[in-house]
């Protein structure tokens, strides 16, 4: 006598929460956030099984502009901006180190 198996399909996974509510695409994408009154990005991190929204970076700051921040490394680029990024680095170099569940990582990887 054959047993019969019996094949649960799964439906659509939900979208968490969390990240419709921070209008991110997914976990550890981050997203600009103009209209914040403070800060400049979201970002809903995952790291294992913990899940926690972070928000980073101060609102008004310009990527790559001198009163801002100084951006990604580009050729040609002001020892002032070179002294900028090292000095934020060397400032938050502990926290960046906690990794994606600090703000300090994050803002290290999106705006410096």
């Known amino acids: ?5 019996t094949v649960v399909k799964k439906g659509p996974s939900k979208k968490d929460s969390r ?7 997914g976990y550890n994408k981050p997203k600009r956030t103009p209209n914040h009154p403070k800060k400049s990005h979201i970002v ?4 294992g099984d913990k899940i926690k ?14 009163s801002g921040t ?3 490394p580009k050729a040609g680029e002001s020892e002032r901006m070179k002294a900028k990024r ?4 060397a400032r938050h170099g502990k926290n960046i180190a906690k990794g994606k569940m600090s ?4 803002a290290d990887k999106v705006k410096w």
């Open 44 to 47: 809903v991190a995952k790291e």
């Open 19 to 25: 990240l419709t509510r921070a209008g991110v695409s």
């Open 70 to 72: 100084a951006g990604a």
């Open 53 to 66: 929204t972070i928000r980073f970076g101060e609102q008004g700051k310009a990527v790559g502009t001198l």
């Open 103 to 106: 703000a300090a990582y994050w």
């Open 86 to 89: 090292k000095s934020f680095k």
């Open 1 to 5: 006598m054959a047993t019969k198996k």
